[in-house]
């Protein structure tokens, strides 16, 4: 940015209603188990998994071949299930996954020619320790997928692009890729180590603010989902006032939105978005980019809820972070915050941590998952169990 979101068996009376509106929620948005975090499914049939150790066929819907994050559904387990197809409808957990023995995803780290990738499920990250450890692609179906990260191509701009973090306020001098303001931070290179399911990079000291940053990304497995783990530290020798921030390049012309928290959306260090673009129900506001006007915007607002998501079309990006109290972001700015480029080329979707004094030597840490899904139809504004979905799949 410039400166100035089936039913197992023997289920109880309780457990058993709560599957019914769950299997309610998937004929909207495609997905197949009775577990809500569940990815919605790329293709038809509305078949469970069955409970026990088989992990085998259940009843209704049509055959599938797919997976997801895991093959539970209801309170029975996949179990050694495969997820074939055979019969009335076969286990499947959502987007295009396959369903393994004990049902959950895989993580694994590669290192591909300096850049590294975490893999969980379909989930496909990427970061680039020579760049600021910067989040470089997100894809949904693997290395070839559909990405939800802006590329450099995107954008059209040699730094405002993938997804970064900085130091909050954005009181530090621009650009942020100055080695006398958070160039270490933002672009400098990161040192990095990594394991069978983690990749962790650490930048050097910035000069405004006095502080470090470490990335540590991982998988849960279970659900499918991207962990990134951040620890700021204040390597000066006086006191700093700043809270964590997390910047997501995404290309135009999507839907933006989160749980409506206190007071109405205002504008930033730019005009807020013409009140046409925003929207607000279902308990969310959203904001409807529109790449045809080349105008710098900003919305800041309090959320709810802990998410903030992003649909581009039928791809979802949920964002789930904690909650921040309202008036507990830092100075000038706030727990949500959209840009919108008067490029019309891309968005900023963002959102910040509560405001801490760190005094020399302490730390700050803050933790991010990220979820991405393929969705059966295309996101609407405004949709009462798009919300729905996003609230049960952060649980």
Known sequence: MPSPFALGNGLGSNARRAAFASAALCAFIGCSSGNGSNPPAASGGTGAASGGSSGT????????????????????????GNGTSGGAGAAQGGSMSSAGAGGAATVTVANN???YSL???QTYLEVD???????????????????????SAVTGDPDNWGSTFWPSPQSWPWPPTSLTSIGAINSSPYTVTSDATSITLTSG????????????ISGDAAKEAIVIDYTMTNGGTAAVTVAPWEITRVASGGITFYGTGTGAPGPGNFPLPPAATITTGAGATWYKDKPADLTDYKLFADGAGGWLAHAAGDLLL????????????????????????KTGKYVEVEQQGAVQTLAPAATLNWT???????????????????VTYVQNLIK
């Open 368 to 386: 991010v998952r990220w979820y991405a899904r393929k969705l059966a139809t295309p996101a609407a504004v405004g949709s009462a169990d798009l």
């Open 318 to 341: 949920v964002k789930s972070f904690p909650d921040v109290a309202a008036g507990a972001a830092a100075t000038s700015e706030a727990e949500i915050e959209i840009y919108s480029s």
């Open 205 to 216: 000291l910035a000069a405004a603010p006095t502080v470090s940053v470490i990335k540590k």
């Open 129 to 151: 320790p020579t760049n600021g450890a910067r989040i470089t692609a997100l894809r949904i179906g693997g290395a070839a997928g559909m990405d939800l990260v802006a590329s």
């Open 119 to 121: 893999t969980v499920g």
């Open 57 to 80: 066929v259940a009843t209704g819907g049509t055959a599938q071949n797919n997976g997801g994050a895991n093959a539970t559904a209801g309170n029975g387990t996949g179990g050694t």
């Open 113 to 115: 020619a300096g850049k």
